[in-house]
């Protein structure tokens, strides 16, 4: 069973995750909550201060959009409602 398989990411884990596409020192993480909480579904790992996906956080950042309405992240379930599909 997936991590998707149990909720839906928050648009302030969408973003975390987007701003993990680098390493990142925990100082300039934009929430390290959000980071707490993708840590327990395998998305992210921390290791001496940094931030950074797993292999599986790579494939959700491949499967989400990143595009912006209203300032927030788009996620595909939200897309495909728009879409009709």
Same mark, same amino acid.
């Given at each position: 069973?997936?991590? #998707?398989?149990? =909720? &839906?990411?928050?648009?302030?884990? /969408?973003e975390?995750?987007?701003?993990?596409? %680098?390493?990142?020192?925990?100082?300039?993480?934009?929430?390290?909550?959000?980071?707490?909480?993708?840590?327990?579904?395998? #998305?992210?790992? =921390? &290791?001496?201060?940094?931030?950074? /996906?797993?292999?599986?956080?790579?494939?959700? %950042?491949?499967?989400?959009?990143?595009?912006?309405?209203?300032?927030?992240?788009?996620?595909?379930?939200?897309?495909?409602?728009?879409?009709g599909?």
């Open positions: 069973m997936t991590f #998707l398989q149990h =909720r &839906r990411l928050t648009n302030l884990e /969408l975390q995750l987007k701003q993990l596409l %680098t390493v990142t020192w925990d100082g300039q993480l934009i929430n390290k909550m959000a980071r707490d909480d993708l840590i327990p579904l395998g #998305l992210v790992e =921390r &290791r001496n201060g940094y931030n950074f /996906l797993t292999r599986d956080g790579i494939d959700v %950042t491949r499967c989400r959009s990143f595009e912006t309405v209203s300032g927030g992240p788009l996620n595909n379930d939200h897309q495909r409602t728009q879409d599909g």
